[in-house]
């Protein structure tokens, strides 16, 4: 199996502070990876790396063969628009703050970057919008306006406009975490039918673990900007060899 | 008389109907001076406001510097300047163009806040979702941040035209022929400054007024569903 992300030696500083040190990580295609760790761990900045959210300072990075150029000192990438657009063409993000346009009906957030982006033709847009809608079970909701839904439906319409622009690799960076906890379930099981698909990579930053162990292929715990321990679910969260990694555990599923 | 005018001072509502015409001549004048004075401020500061986001710290520095200079020194200073001052370099402008760009570039640096007010109304997540999206930064200013910025700023670029109208008096010092230099024209010719100077002011009460409705029509016309304005 090829890898469809590679991080090799890859360094993230903000300022004086070092995020990721000397990471290196890899992704097989369709694989699903948790990244779970306490925050300031580094884990949601592997994926604003990967969403050229943020620069980094050295090291490589390719993305379904398509490198990223680290940058130096000025904090601004090195690689041209261009680049930066092709990179992003392979990659979607969920946000913890779901970060829907408030001024655009839900219909219109879906529709407005496989319109504006990808050409695709507006009849076209709309009616695998209402698909995605419908599969996200938020038809009836299509021509309300994001202040008029719920968090947990905000969320699955967010998921929707990323699925709308056909990512092969999709980024949740804590998808829950700003939900009511009544919320939490309808998103979760979204996620949770996305990742029957076959061919969707899915990195999913996150701290439902019971969450993460039913979907995921492999769990990674972050500690200061390194994968501290991972492995398959159930072996991660039964018999977990580093204490680093119990502590954490212990802390989360009993706290 | 003045241009061919004849005026009639045998009462003071007679004296104000005859100097009418001569002072709509000054209020064309004005209402040019403000049109291209504010056309002026609603570009340039636009592109200041853009180019104090600059990512290099040079130019957005020097856009932050000048645009504090000019909203911080009086526009009749300005004026001055750029009417006795600028013919030095070898540029020479009509009064009048010298006139609209001094009224334009001070009130650019007014408007260049409010347009950078707009855009960082605009919260950060919804750059990184335009981002994540693969738009490319002029579809972010044309399909998220100008629609929700438009509806947010015209009150207050609405209440700069007013204020710019109101102050193209100034103009008439560097000799452009507007309502008031015509009225105090007027008014040396016939001792009488009061019925010139209360028409010039009479005319400004209405102008305004139908300004500031305008304003609100324009307002209240801008689609802003879903926007939270507050």
Not at chain 1, 62 to 67: D, M, N, V
Not at chain 2, 52 to 70: L, M, N, P, Q
Request: glycine letters at 8%.
């Amino acid at each position: 199996m090829t890898s469809i992300i590679r991080f090799q030696n890859v360094t993230k500083r903000f300022g004086a502070l070092t995020v990721l040190d000397n990471f290196n990580f890899d992704v097989r295609q369709g694989e699903k990876v948790t990244l779970i760790g306490p925050s300031g761990s580094g884990k949601s900045t592997v994926l604003r790396i990967l969403m050229t959210l943020e620069p980094f300072q050295e090291g490589q990075l390719e993305l379904a063969g398509i490198g990223y150029h680290e940058s130096h000192g000025r904090g601004d990438f090195k690689a041209s628009d261009r680049h930066l657009h092709k990179i992003r063409s392979n990659v979607g993000m969920v946000f913890q703050s779901f970060n829907l346009f408030p001024h655009m009906t839900v219909l219109r957030n879906i529709v407005e970057a496989p319109v504006a982006v990808l050409k695709m033709k507006r009849e076209e847009a709309e009616s695998r919008a209402v698909e995605l809608l419908r599969m996200v079970g938020l038809l009836d909701k299509k021509d309300q306006y994001p202040s008029q839904l719920s968090g947990g439906q905000q969320q699955r319409v967010a998921i929707a406009r990323a699925l709308a622009m056909r990512p092969r690799v999709l980024l949740f960076d804590e998808p829950t975490s700003a939900l009511d906890p009544q919320l939490v379930g309808e998103v979760l099981g979204v996620i949770r039918n996305l990742a029957q698909e076959h061919d969707l990579t899915m990195l999913l930053v996150t701290h439902e673990m019971r969450f993460a162990r039913e979907v995921s292929d492999r769990v990674c715990f972050f500690d200061k900007g390194r994968i501290v321990e991972q492995g398959e679910p159930d072996r991660f969260f039964t018999n977990p060899e580093q204490p680093r990694t119990r502590e954490f555990l212990s802390s989360v599923l009993n706290g | 008389m003045m241009y061919g005018y004849e005026w009639d001072t045998s009462s003071a509502l007679a004296f104000a109907l005859s100097i009418l015409p001569i002072l709509g001549i000054g209020l064309l004048v004005t209402l040019q001076a403000a049109a291209v004075g504010y056309a002026i401020a609603l570009v340039l500061g636009l592109v200041l406001a853009l180019l104090r986001r600059s990512r290099y710290k040079v130019i957005s520095w020097t856009v932050a510097c000048f645009t504090e200079f000019v909203r911080d020194t009086p526009l009749l200073v300005q004026l001055f300047f750029l009417y006795y001052v600028l013919p030095d370099f070898g540029i020479v402008l009509p009064a009048f163009m010298t006139g609209a760009l001094a009224l334009g570039l001070q009130y650019s640096a007014y408007t260049s806040e409010v347009y950078r007010g707009g855009i960082n109304a605009i919260q950060r997540g919804q750059w990184e979702a335009a981002t994540a999206l693969n738009l490319t930064r002029f579809q972010t200013y044309r399909d998220i941040v100008v629609p929700q910025m438009v509806p947010r700023i015209v009150p207050a670029l609405g209440n700069y035209l007013v204020s710019m109208l109101k102050e193209t008096p100034v103009l008439s010092v560097v000799t452009v022929l507007d309502m008031l230099a015509l009225a105090n024209m007027i008014g040396e010719r016939t001792f009488d400054y009061l019925v010139p100077l209360s028409m010039v002011g009479l005319i400004f009460l209405p102008m305004v007024l139908i300004c500031s409705a305008l304003i609100h029509l324009v307002e209240r016309a801008l689609p802003k569903s879903g926007i939270p304005l507050r």
